[in-house]
């Protein structure tokens, strides 16, 4: 099962992330396939299916309900019901609204050019004052140095110059000013393998909930050093396998719970994060099984309906 959902869901979302969808309508990100990650965190989060439920008036006298559950409630109304829709089209009815940050992507920009002349001097002061009231706003009033390039100069040394120009910043001016968005990641340095690995220990996790965890560990090969020593169809474990399973069963719960924690805090705004969310919800790995399924049998239905309709 595990196999199957994860050939359905990466190729129809990352492997489709091409430039336009981290720009467009005035809004842009760095990278949306870290906010596509964001989206499956989501899928399998406790507390974002009760939002989901509650929204839906769902809810039976058994749920327990965080007492932070209003913020819950708060993003699910922003980000919406992600069990019945594609990455793509979610991407464009949310993603951007909601991750983007406004205006133009900082890039270098032309504000004028002189001409060769021996007759005159070029006054580009309008040119620069329409630069400062549009291009620059719109790129969110970064730190900028105009220089002069003179054009005709071997490219190599215009190179040069221009590197010798910025050197002369100081390193924590060099830095591009972010604005302000409702959703920002969290953190600077975003692993996204080991993301992958802790949302496919869930998703394995789900198909595996009877089978020791172990075993799933092995099979999900969620550590490099013990997993491939251990066969995870194998009956009896050897006296000398006892550590490594031991070992693995440590590693494999300690994936669990970041997947835990990272898709609770995705579900209250901060991603991705596996620091202690104290209200989280625990998972109900029958229960996340089939809700998987259920969605994966979906969007099987909508990309073939959406290949038909794109077929004729």
Known sequence: MIVKIMSILLPNTIGELIAKHRHSGGMWVTDASLYMLWFEFLAISPSYELARRFRAGKCT???????????????????????????????????????????????????AYAPHSKQSIPDHSEKVAQYYDGEWVEQGRQRTMLLAVPVGLPEGKMIRQIKKQLAKVKAERRQLIKQDVKYPLVGKR????????????????????????????????????????????????????????????????????????????????????????YTALDFDFKELRQRIQRRTKWQEREVERINREHST
């Open 190 to 277: 975003h692993h996204k393998d080991v993301l992958m690995r802790y949302l496919g220990m869930a998703w394995l996790r789900s198909a595996m909930h009877t089978k020791s965890l172990w075993r799933v560990g092995a099979k999900a090969k969620v550590s490099p050093t013990y997993s491939p020593e251990l066969d995870p169809k194998m009956e009896k474990v050897s006296p000398g396998d006892r550590y490594d399973r031991e070992m693995l069963t440590i590693i494999a719960s300690r994936a669990l719970l970041r997947a835990r924690m990272i898709s609770e805090n995705a579900a209250r705004g901060h991603f991705p994060s596996h620091a202690t969310c």
């Open 61 to 111: 006298p058994a749920d327990v309900f965080p007492t932070d559950f209003d913020r819950v409630l708060s993003v699910f109304d922003d980000l919406g019901d992600i069990q019945k829709i594609l990455f793509r089209p979610w991407w464009k009815e949310f993603g951007l609204l909601y991750f983007g940050y406004q205006g133009n992507r900082p890039a270098v920009t032309q504000v």
